[in-house]
């Protein structure tokens, strides 16, 4: 039976070689990743900073700290929003567990809480 045209030929070497331009340095430096890591003291922050003026957005657990301080998340916390605001980025939690904090070219989306549709009542 012939193939009905579920497979493509192969490409002329030709024609990949113009489909994929050559890439440099610069792009491979440039790229932007999702990393998760846990945050388990206090002295991970500097990577954690390191990591996103590098460009990349991290998922941290915050589990670890919090099992042996509550005080050192808050800390962290707040240590990291200071952070996140000092470079024009963003940070969020993500349910009880995980916090993200993005770098300045990336934004949280937030929900905005509908108001009320009825009408304002106004003093007579």
């Given at each position: 039976?012939?193939?009905?045209?579920?497979?493509?030929?192969?490409?002329?070497?030709?024609?990949?070689?113009?489909?994929?331009?050559?890439?440099?340095?610069?792009?491979?430096?440039?790229?932007?990743?999702?990393?998760?890591?846990?945050?388990?003291?206090?002295?991970?922050?500097?990577?954690i900073k390191k990591e996103v003026k590098n460009g990349?957005?991290?998922?941290?657990?915050?589990?670890?700290?919090?099992?042996?301080?509550?005080?050192?998340?808050?800390?962290?916390?707040?240590?990291?929003?200071?952070?996140?605001?000092?470079?024009?980025?963003?940070?969020?939690?993500?349910?009880?567990?995980?916090?993200?904090?993005?770098?300045?070219?990336?934004?949280?989306?937030?929900?905005?809480?509908?108001?009320?549709?009825?009408?304002l009542t106004t003093a007579?």
């Amino acid at each position: 039976m012939p193939a009905m045209g579920l497979f493509r030929k192969p490409k002329k070497e030709e024609d990949e070689k113009q489909a994929v331009p050559p890439s440099t340095d610069k792009e491979v430096s440039s790229k932007t990743y999702l990393k998760a890591m846990p945050l388990r003291d206090l002295a991970d922050l500097e990577e954690i900073k390191k990591e996103v003026k590098n460009g990349n957005v991290l998922i941290l657990r915050i589990t670890p700290l919090a099992s042996k301080s509550i005080e050192d998340v808050k800390s962290a916390v707040n240590v990291l929003y200071e952070f996140a605001e000092s470079i024009g980025g963003d940070i969020a939690r993500l349910g009880e567990e995980r916090v993200v904090i993005c770098p300045q070219n990336i934004r949280i989306w937030r929900e905005k809480k509908q108001v009320s549709s009825k009408p304002l009542t106004t003093a007579a």
